[in-house]
């Protein structure tokens, strides 16, 4: 089940800007015509669906990546470094954990649009990903094995990346899947309220935003792209929390 609620997002999102045809035609608003009617502007919803999902998987998916990057390697230097040095990284996320997080990316995007959207993602994210793996980091830098590798002469950034960061990585494989969520949640957000994208761009969020008002007139010009993102969103967290199991079962 998770396989396909995560394979049908994902192939439409990838694969679906290279079955639209070039010729593309518009019709009358809301008309019951095509394989899912058309949308407020006369455009097929089908081919829209088909546009509109890969802004919207691959900028989650390099938001969330890149908060993963920034935020063990801080993470990871804080816990593994001098007080002084660990108060100094980690206090000004927290001034940034109490920026509201929409609030965050409504002004920056207005502001910035664009590609600025994956970078205040990775911002929204870093502060959260950065002390889960700092808290990961102190725990099993406590660890018999760790004060055994200190013993025999290991610096701290070999301890940190050869058996701390491996340690941690089922905690972070099941954080990822809340995460990767979390960064979809904002870009739709941001992208239903239609800051930083046009309106009548073909964006899942965008479609859902602008077809309500013709939701008794074609449903699906609304239902087909917010059923994509709600799919996407369960596939991954189903996909994501059984990594550490098959993890598990393949060392035995």
């Known amino acids: 089940m998770r396989f396909l609620l995560l394979g049908v997002p994902l192939s439409v999102a990838l694969l679906g800007p290279w079955l639209v045809p070039d010729d593309l035609v518009r019709g009358a608003p809301f008309a019951d015509s095509g394989l899912l009617g058309t949308d407020f502007v006369?455009?097929?919803?089908?081919?829209?669906?088909?546009?509109?999902?890969?802004?919207?998987?691959?900028?989650?998916?390099?938001?969330?990546?890149?908060?993963?990057?920034?935020?063990?390697?801080?993470?990871?230097?804080?816990?593994?470094?001098?007080?002084?040095?660990?108060?100094?990284?980690?206090?000004?996320?927290?001034?940034?954990?109490?920026?509201?997080?929409?609030?965050?990316?409504?002004?920056?995007?207005?502001?910035?649009?664009?590609?600025?959207?994956?970078?205040?993602?990775?911002?929204?994210?870093l502060p959260d990903i950065a002390r889960l793996v700092r808290a990961c980091a102190l725990?099993?830098?406590?660890?018999?094995?760790?004060?055994?590798?200190?013993?025999?002469?290991?610096?701290?950034?070999?301890?940190?990346?050869?058996?701390?960061?491996?340690?941690?990585?089922?905690?972070?494989?099941?954080?990822?899947?809340?995460?990767?969520?979390?960064?979809l949640y904002l870009i739709a957000a941001v992208s239903f309220l239609g800051v930083g994208v046009p309106p009548d761009s073909s964006d899942w969020a965008v479609m859902v935003d602008r077809n309500r008002g013709g939701l008794f007139l074609n449903a699906w010009a609304v239902l087909a792209p917010a059923l994509l993102i709600v799919m996407l969103a369960v596939g991954l967290n189903l996909a994501l929390d059984r990594m550490p199991e098959k993890a598990d079962h393949d060392r035995s």
């Open 139 to 183: 725990e099993i830098g406590s660890r018999p094995a760790a004060e055994a590798m200190r013993m025999q002469g290991e610096n701290r950034w070999r301890i940190a990346t050869g058996f701390v960061a491996p340690a941690m990585a089922r905690v972070l494989a099941t954080d990822a899947g809340t995460r990767l969520t979390g960064s």
């Open 42 to 125: 006369g455009r097929d919803v089908w081919h829209q669906v088909l546009l509109g999902g890969q802004g919207l998987v691959l900028t989650a998916v390099l938001a969330t990546g890149g908060a993963y990057l920034l935020g063990v390697a801080w993470g990871l230097a804080a816990a593994t470094t001098h007080r002084v040095v660990d108060e100094v990284l980690m206090r000004p996320l927290d001034i940034l954990m109490a920026v509201p997080s929409l609030l965050l990316l409504l002004v920056v995007a207005t502001l910035a649009p664009g590609g600025a959207l994956v970078w205040i993602v990775m911002l929204v994210h």
